[in-house]
């Protein structure tokens, strides 16, 4: 893949840009983890297991969720597809980003990967109309990523809560692949015994903060941890079957 090549987007010069839809989801082919926001958990957990990272500080914490059970293993991306119902929304407006106006400003503006070989002037949806006006499709993706921005402010408060109340433990999970136990590590999850060993009132807290769904979603997404056994499987066999 091309070198990144994200500049800010301007009426002028990407008045003839368009984005087609041709591999949709090859920039994050080899992402085994993703950033979701709490507002996703539902959806996303139903579906694939949710855990939670250290962030780049060190201090915090990012919910996240697993698409592989190592680095840079996809197992739910396939040439570029994406194989399955949820798609996150982090992963939704490439090759539209949002980047900082200036190194340490709070100012987030949208830019494009220009990299990107869905970035063109022939073929897809157009960002900008003739008389140079925001398209539909442009409209809607920046909605989307302000949404997204917003959200995950919403989110950062929910494991700062998470954090002040010692929910949140290390853990190792243990999967076992081709009848051999394997151990990952440096994610974590919100401790249920810590969570049941809370007070009446900080329980209530955490029910009208809105948190309490989002707690067991992430809980019961765990399950999900298997499947991703089963598609390593699967793929492992389809490879072997390709040599043989």
Same mark, same amino acid.
């Given at each position: 893949?091309?070198?990144?090549?994200?500049?800010?987007?301007?009426?002028?010069?990407?008045?003839?840009?368009?984005?087609?839809?041709?591999?949709?989801?090859?920039?994050?082919?080899? &992402?085994?983890?993703?950033?979701?926001?709490?507002?996703?958990?539902?959806?996303?957990?139903?579906?694939?297991?949710?855990?939670?990272?250290?962030?780049?500080?060190?201090?915090?914490?990012?919910?996240?969720?697993?698409?592989?059970?190592?680095?840079?293993?996809?197992?739910?991306?396939?040439?570029?597809?994406?194989?399955?119902?949820?798609?996150?929304?982090?992963?939704?407006?490439?090759?539209?980003?949002?980047?900082?106006?200036?190194?340490?400003?709070?100012?987030?503006?949208?830019?494009?990967?220009?990299?990107?070989?869905?970035?063109?002037?022939?073929?897809?949806?157009?960002?900008?109309?003739?008389?140079?006006? &925001?398209?539909?499709?442009?409209?809607?993706?920046?909605?989307?990523?302000?949404?997204?921005?917003?959200?995950?402010?919403?989110?950062?408060?929910?494991?700062?809560?998470?954090?002040?109340?010692?929910?949140?433990?290390?853990?190792?999970?243990?999967?076992?692949?081709? &009848?051999?136990?394997?151990?990952?590590?440096?994610?974590?999850?919100?401790?249920?015994?810590?969570?049941? &060993?809370?007070?009446?009132?900080?329980?209530?807290?955490?029910?009208?903060?809105?948190?309490?769904?989002?707690?067991?979603?992430?809980?019961?997404?765990?399950?999900?941890?298997?499947?991703?056994?089963?598609?390593?499987?699967?793929?492992?066999?389809?490879?072997?079957?390709?040599?043989?």
């Amino acid at each position: 893949m091309a070198e990144n090549k994200v500049v800010a987007l301007h009426k002028e010069g990407h008045a003839k840009t368009k984005i087609n839809t041709q591999n949709l989801f090859q920039h994050i082919a080899n &992402e085994h983890m993703l950033p979701v926001v709490v507002h996703e958990f539902v959806v996303a957990g139903a579906e694939f297991p949710i855990v939670f990272v250290k962030d780049q500080s060190g201090e915090n914490f990012q919910p996240v969720v697993l698409l592989g059970l190592s680095a840079q293993q996809n197992l739910v991306i396939k040439d570029g597809k994406w194989d399955g119902m949820y798609v996150p929304r982090v992963a939704r407006n490439y090759p539209l980003v949002l980047v900082q106006d200036q190194p340490g400003s709070d100012r987030l503006i949208v830019a494009i990967d220009e990299s990107s070989e869905r970035v063109n002037d022939t073929e897809g949806f157009a960002l900008f109309n003739e008389d140079g006006t &925001e398209s539909d499709y442009l409209v809607a993706r920046k909605q989307q990523m302000a949404d997204f921005v917003d959200f995950s402010q919403i989110t950062h408060n929910f494991t700062l809560k998470m954090q002040e109340l010692g929910l949140i433990k290390e853990q190792v999970l243990t999967v076992t692949i081709n &009848e051999e136990k394997r151990n990952i590590n440096g994610i974590n999850m919100i401790d249920d015994k810590a969570l049941n &060993e809370l007070s009446d009132e900080t329980f209530l807290e955490l029910r009208k903060l809105g948190y309490l769904t989002a707690i067991y979603a992430h809980l019961m997404s765990l399950q999900h941890t298997q499947k991703l056994v089963q598609k390593l499987a699967a793929r492992d066999a389809a490879a072997a079957a390709k040599t043989e």
